[in-house]
């Protein structure tokens, strides 16, 4: 007599659900373990406002707030953020207005292609909340992992220290 083992369909297998809080609103995904949280957000969430520059930790082009804090979502697995508050771009700005420092960004011409752009702002964004950045300088030296290619930097920081020093960063 044969029997026949029912296997589940191949995209199950080792799947892992996990539940995300994003933009302030629980998702439940079901993703490979090895699935980083950015592929997760792009690819399982439509999220595309988070960018995948060098996929290595070193652009900050994907850039995104966890608990508060800024983090590089091509470094971190899916898996490991279960039951986090995640941040991307596209919550920046909740009540449909730009955030601040979008409307700086807009302002100061701080973007060329814009390519780091979604980055740059959840860096700045999370620098503000992790209460680091004073002085100019500090906000130089804190957003000296996010690269932008085209050479708006000094723009990036112009526009980052008015928000700051308006106060108007939340």
């Given at each position: 007599?044969?029997?026949?083992s029912i296997q589940p369909p191949p995209e199950a297998k080792n799947s892992e659900t996990v539940t995300l809080h994003i933009n302030g609103e629980a998702r439940t995904l079901?993703?490979?373990?090895?699935v980083t949280?950015?592929?997760?957000?792009r690819e399982n969430l439509d999220l595309t406002g988070t960018k995948k520059?060098?996929?290595?930790?070193?652009?900050?082009?994907c850039t995104v707030i966890c608990d508060g804090k800024r983090i590089l979502s091509c470094l971190s697995l899916a898996v490991m953020k279960d039951g986090a508050e995640i941040t991307t771009i596209e919550?920046?700005?909740?009540?449909g207005d730009l955030h601040p420092l979008q409307k700086a960004f807009i302002e100061h011409d701080a973007f060329q292609c814009g390519y780091c752009t979604p980055g740059q702002i959840c860096s700045a964004i999370g620098m503000f909340k992790e209460g680091k950045a004073?002085?100019?300088a500090e906000v130089k030296e804190l957003m000296s992992g996010n690269l932008c290619r085209c050479g708006a930097n000094t723009n990036i920081i112009n526009a980052i220290?008015?928000?700051?020093?308006g106060g108007n960063y939340e």
């Open positions: 007599m044969r029997t026949e079901s993703v490979k373990p090895w949280l950015l592929d997760a957000l520059g060098c996929d290595h930790g070193q652009c900050g082009a919550g920046v700005a909740p009540t004073h002085t100019e220290m008015e928000v700051k020093n």
